[in-house]
Each structure stands twice: as structure tokens, then as C-alpha cells.
């Protein structure tokens, strides 16, 4: 499954459930990153609103929000009860958090959940991943329109993590981005834009964030940072993220 997403090979796949659905955070571990959320449309009755699939992998530490911005994680926590009481293992409270604007955000806490609690979170974390690549079209539509007028100077969609990897030579204008799924099957390919944007291989098709990139082309909630790589060497938006963070803690 994971080959058939294009997810990477940490991933956790919650739903299906492919084996003991996490119910406290590792030891080592702050969250859970969400890579991947798929939930039935409307479309047909009888399928409408099943999760179909649910993948997430599991975070070291607290990254920066700022350089995270749009990322999704949840963390599975001992339920709150009455002190003394037995601890039930099958049981967890869960909340979610997302990075925005500097900060995680919390955008909510579901008590006392059973191993069914990722079926429970999906279409909440579905919801939340649409409605960010939204805002993250909508924000950037402005600076690609004035980018391609006649005449006009190449502008740079500031305050994105993309557009800072520009900025710092991690990654330069025009490199190539390709993202394998179905087992290498479908090979999807992008070229980083001047302005910070991703531009699809129909040279029409351009997107704000990564997310928004493999979303489209994948139809379902995609985290997109871990899926696009660089196609000269290999490595991940999400490991040139990472060489970011390392420069500015320098």
C-alpha cells in the first residue's frame, strides 16, 4: 500500500488497519505527522463518507511551526480519568494540531477514543488539509497572476518554506521535482517557479504548496513534502525542509 500511494517506507497506515492501531505516542516520538487521507465523497450512497485510507509517520521531536506551515499531526495521550484509577490501554484521548502562521495550533481533543480512534479522526483531518490548500491557492493566485503578465518582474511568493529554500540555494529555479506511485507505475513530475510555485509537467497546472501539488494529482489529502523529490539527487522536499531547519539553528 504504502508503494501503491507513493507514501514513504516509515509510514504508519492507520485504515486499513494493517496491525495494532497506536495508542499512546512512542517513547522517543512527539506526533504523528498525517500524510495521507482519503474519505468517500458523496457520490455513491452506499460508500459516503468511508475512510479509505489514513497514513500518518511518527515525528522526533517538535519541529518549528514557521517551517511546517500547513502541517498536520495528531498525538494519541493516556485518556484522562480519576486519579487512581486503572489505566485502560485500550482507551486514549487524542488531539490534533495544525502549524499555522508561527504556531501549532490546537484544533481539538477527543476523549476517551477506542482503536477505532483514526476512523473516528479522518474526516476531520480530511477536512482540515482541503481547507488549508485552499487558502494556500487562494493566497498565492495573486503573486502567479502578476508574475505572468507582459512585461512584468519575476516576483516571489514570500513567507513559504519553498520560496526560503530559494532564497538559501537549497533548491533553484527550475530543478525538477518527481513523485512515483502504483509501485513506480505513475511518475508525476514538477518544476520549481521563480515565484515559489510548482509547475506541473502539462505546463499549465500550477500549485502554491507541495500538499496542493500531489493532492491534485492524486485525489486524495496528500501531505505532499514527503512525496516530491528531487530528481538530480533524490532527496525529499521534506529532507531539504529538514537542512533548512539545520541552517537556521546554526
Known amino acids: 500500500m504504502l508503494c501503491q500511494e507513493g507514501l514513504p517506507d516509515d509510514a504508519v497506515v492507520l485504515v486499513p488497519s494493517l496491525g495494532p492501531t497506536p495508542m499512546r505516542v512512542p517513547d522517543g516520538a512527539w506526533a504523528m505527522l498525517v500524510l495521507a487521507v482519503d474519505v468517500h465523497g458523496d457520490v455513491d450512497p452506499d460508500t459516503a463518507g468511508k475512510v479509505a485510507l489514513f497514513a500518518g509517520t511518527w515525528l522526533a521531536d517538535q519541529p518549528p511551526a514557521d517551517l511546517h506551515d500547513g502541517d498536520l499531526v495528531i498525538r494519541p495521550l493516556p485518556p484522562t480519568q480519576a486519579p487512581g484509577a486503572l489505566v485502560d490501554d485500550h482507551v486514549a484521548d487524542v488531539e490534533m494540531l495544525l502549524a499555522h502562521r508561527g504556531r501549532w495550533m490546537p484544533l481539538g481533543r477527543w476523549h476517551g477514543l477506542d482503536e477505532r480512534w483514526s476512523w473516528t479522526l479522518a474526516p476531520t483531518a480530511a477536512a482540515t488539509m482541503s481547507l488549508y490548500v485552499d487558502a494556500a491557492e487562494t493566497l498565492s493566485r495573486t503573486v502567479v497572476l502578476a508574475s505572468e503578465r507582459p512585461g512584468s518582474s519575476p516576483l516571489r511568493w514570500e513567507g513559504t518554506v519553498l520560496s526560503d529554500l530559494l532564497a538559501t540555494k537549497l533548491v533553484e529555479y527550475g ?17 520549481l517557479r521563480i515565484d515559489g510555485t510548482l509547475m506541473l509537467a502539462d505546463g499549465e497546472s500550477v500549485y502554491a504548496t507541495p500538499a496542493a501539488a500531489a493532492t491534485a494529482l492524486s485525489g486524495i489529502h496528500h501531505h505532499g513534502w514527503t512525496a516530491w523529490r528531487r530528481t538530480s539527487d533524490g532527496r525529499t522536499l521534506h529532507d531539504l525542509r529538514a537542512d533548512l531547519r539545520t541552517q537556521r539553528d546554526r
Open 175 to 191: 530543478e525538477e521535482l518527481v513523485w512515483e506511485r502504483r509501485a513506480g507505475a505513475v511518475r508525476h513530475t514538477a518544476r
